[in-house]
């Protein structure tokens, strides 16, 4: 899965609500919800790559483009208007 897909994938469980979605449990709390759980993943995003093996940091890391993407949809911040960014 591209971050491209990733991010389409968090706007359509905004849009959708599935029923027992974590994520949309997130979108209901709102932008605090999701911060925290954006720096909790950069957290252990950080300690994997420190004391964990390889497979663990990517898996921590694909956990942290994921929330970014719930981020970016419950903002609607586009992937264009990141990439200007970069």
Known sequence: MTFEEIVELAK???????????TVALFEKGTHAIGKKLVEEAAESWMAARYETKEE???????????VAVMMAEK???L???YKKL
Request: aromatic share 8%.
């Open 80 to 82: 264009e208007e990141v």
């Open 57 to 67: 940091l990517a898996l921590e890391l694909s956990q942290l483009l994921y929330y």
């Open 12 to 22: 359509k469980r905004k849009e959708e609500k599935p029923e027992g979605s974590g």
């Open 76 to 78: 609607e911040i586009s």
